[in-house]
């Protein structure tokens, strides 16, 4: 079983950066690929960027690509988005979401079976 808290979240100016970060619980962490999502109002979820578990490939939706970076840090248990030059259309809840084994990298939430409860990012123009 893996918990997922996230963090970091918050009010930013267009233009502007945050990091989120999520802590995940249990000892299998090291070995779960993980990834990003988020959902705006009125909208579904859909997929930011994802990460393998052990770090050597990424992969993101091309609406944040080359703006957003997903790292991670085994030891720590933690996995990171660093997010630079916000938009308005960044705004949304955004999640992490580990797959349940030593997948490959996967940008369907179907592939995910351990989610965080949310942290929300907001953007203003």
């Known amino acids: 079983q893996v918990q997922l808290v996230e963090s970091g979240g918050g009010w930013v100016q267009a233009g502007g950066s945050l990091r989120l970060s999520c802590a995940a619980s249990?000892?299998?962490?090291?070995?779960?690929?993980m990834g990003w999502f988020r959902q705006a109002p009125g909208k579904e979820r859909e997929f930011v960027a994802t990460?393998?578990?052990?770090?050597?490939?990424?992969y993101y939706a091309d609406s944040v690509k080359d703006r957003f970076t997903i790292s991670r840090h085994n030891a720590k248990n933690t996995v990171y988005l660093q997010m630079n030059s916000l938009k308005p259309e960044d705004t949304a809840v955004y999640y992490c979401?580990?797959?349940?084994?030593?997948?490959?990298?996967?940008?369907?939430?179907?592939?995910?079976?351990?989610w965080g409860q949310g942290t929300q990012v907001t953007v203003s123009s």
């Open positions: 990460i393998a578990w052990g770090g050597d490939e990424t």
């Open positions: 249990g000892r299998t962490f090291s070995t779960l690929p």
């Open positions: 979401a580990a797959r349940r084994g030593r997948w490959r990298i996967s940008a369907s939430q179907l592939d995910y079976g351990y």
